[in-house]
Nanobody
Framework: QVQLVESGGGLVQAGASLRLSCAAS????????MAWFRQAPGKEREFVAA???????????DFADSVKGRFTISRDNAKNTVYLQMNRLKPEDTAVYYC??????????????????WGQGIQVTVSS
């Protein structure tokens, strides 16, 4: 079955960096769109970033406005892993971060409803 396992979260101070990883299994990773969402206490789950491979050399990516210029998303198809590099973290980035996979070909979506598989989530806490 499909499994997505996040790692790399933790507690950091504002301005610091963290890199989240999501290891996937049970799916054809290279053909999936992979995304990160987050959910803060009392708030709805929100889109953070997504990536889809366009061809062997190019990936397409999309980011929430709140993280543009600070976060990057990448993938290693040989390792079935997607990464979220988070720089210049702010207290408002504090949330549980979820990795998600969309098996429908050809799209890169910002909607959680389009992602059929989810990780268990990992806590990121940014102190001021």
């Amino acid at each position: 079955q499909v499994q997505l396992v996040e790692s790399g979260g933790g507690l950091v101070q504002a301005g610091a960096s963290l890199r989240l990883s999501c290891a996937a299994s049970g799916l054809t990773f290279s053909s999936c769109a992979m995304a990160w969402f987050r959910q803060a206490p009392g708030k709805e789950r929100e889109f953070v970033a997504a990536i889809r491979r366009r061809d062997s050399m190019i990936n397409l990516a999309d980011f929430a406005d709140s993280v543009k210029g600070r976060f990057t998303i990448s993938r290693d198809n040989a390792k079935n892993t997607v990464y979220l590099q988070m720089n210049r973290l702010k207290p408002e980035d504090t949330a549980v971060y979820y990795c998600a996979a969309d098996l429908v070909p050809g799209r890169i979506s910002v909607s959680a409803y389009d992602y059929g598989y989810w990780g268990q989530g990992i806590q990121v806490t940014v102190s001021s």
